[in-house]
């Protein structure tokens, strides 16, 4: 048996070159070493989703863009997380290992937080517990079937800290019940800059789409925040949120190009914009293709989903019998 990578995706908005780069890229390249479970992670999208058309509309995009962009569904195991009640099962055990000061300073509770604390409103105002517990939630996707790497982007980082800080409790307790899982966060692309040159967020609405209509994506390309500066001005290329999103798909020949024209002069951003948004529709023409006709065929992905689903299951029931054994609720 391969030791085991997993990783998740809310299913919040459409999958963008941000989750592409720091997320389904380095996760799908680890199946050629580890056995992938990946999932939809429907129940972590309630937190913050409560429209059931739309969840439901954003469970299939996501789905479908996992398969567009090559997982193979006899090779990996690859459900939506509903569809798996031992998850929820053990996120209530786990709950109980897990001290009530670490969900304190998980970064999404805190902000959430720090920004009620600013406006001058009760410190919990808008919070549901969900949000609170969704780093337990993830521990217990995780530890279900005892992962051994999790491919995820630098903002995830925290949430594995924690999921290991659990299996640490719980085999403190019990003795090593669980395995403690380690993350796997690529150096290069821990921060996929947006259109605006913050991270790149469904969040902050400066995401460029993947799956998107052609006219969309260069809409969003040619959005791009850029200064001032005329074409012949000397530009610094690491200040440069186009620099960084054309160094992820220019070939190293042409990027050294393009370094030399910010450095010396000659860049345009108006035609190096054109020039991402074509080298970004060029990277992915096969997968939006295969993304259409997917989401064309939802029966496909909806007996796709319930295989792996079953799959899952089969594999997660023996730890959660173990954990059950370990504390006594068996
Ligand atoms: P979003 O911030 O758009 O809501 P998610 O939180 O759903 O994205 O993230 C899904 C996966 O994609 C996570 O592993 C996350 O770390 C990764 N990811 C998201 N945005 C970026 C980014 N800008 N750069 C690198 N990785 C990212
Ligand atoms: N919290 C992750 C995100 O925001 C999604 C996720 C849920 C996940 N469960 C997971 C990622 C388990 C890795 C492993 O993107």
Redesign the pocket.
């Known amino acids: 048996m391969k030791p085991i990578s997993l990783?998740?995706?809310?299913p919040?908005?459409k999958p963008?070159i941000?989750?592409?780069?720091?997320?389904?890229r380095p996760a799908l390249d680890l199946m050629k070493t580890y056995q992938g479970i990946y999932f939809v992670?429907d129940y972590h999208a309630l937190t913050i989703m409560h429209d059931p058309e739309t969840l439901r509309e954003l469970v299939y995009e996501v789905a479908a863009g996992w398969l567009a962009l090559g997982l193979d569904p006899d090779e990996a195991i690859f459900f939506r997380q509903s569809d798996v009640p031992e998850i929820p099962e053990l996120t209530w055990v786990l709950s109980c290992f897990t001290s009530k000061g670490l969900l304190n300073r998980a970064h999404a509770y805190k902000a959430a937080v720090d920004e009620n604390l600013s406006l001058g409103r009760d410190p919990d105002e808008g919070v549901n517990a969900g949000l609170f517990n969704y780093p337990v939630l993830m521990a217990a996707d995780i530890l279900l079937y005892g992962s051994d790497v999790v491919?995820?982007?630098?903002?995830?980082k925290q949430h594995i800290e924690i999921t290991r800080d659990i299996a640490e409790a719980f085999n403190r307790t019990y003795g090593p019940v669980l395995k403690v899982p380690e993350g796997i966060?690529?150096e290069n692309?821990?921060?996929?800059?947006?259109i605006d040159g913050q991270?790149?967020?469904?969040?902050?609405n400066n995401?460029i789409p993947i799956f998107a209509p052609e006219k969309e994506v260069r809409k969003q390309v040619m959005r791009i925040v850029t200064d001032s500066k005329r074409p012949e001005d000397p530009k610094d290329p690491h200040d440069s949120t186009l620099f960084t999103l054309l160094s992820f798909f220019a070939s190293p020949e042409r990027l050294e190009e393009i370094r030399q024209l910010y450095v010396h002069g000659g860049a345009a951003y108006g035609d190096l914009k054109k020039e991402l948004a074509n080298l970004i529709l060029a990277h992915f023409a096969d997968a939006r293709q295969s993304f259409a006709d997917l989401m064309n065929n939802r029966g496909y992905i909806d007996d796709v989903l319930a295989q792996g689903a079953q799959k899952a299951r089969r594999m997660g029931q023996p730890y959660l019998a173990a954990v059950r054994k370990a504390t006594g609720i068996d």
């Open positions: 990783t998740g995706i809310k919040t908005g963008h941000g989750n592409y780069l720091g997320m389904y992670a491919p995820v982007g630098l903002d995830q966060i690529q692309v821990m921060k996929v800059p947006g991270k790149m967020s469904k969040s902050y995401t």
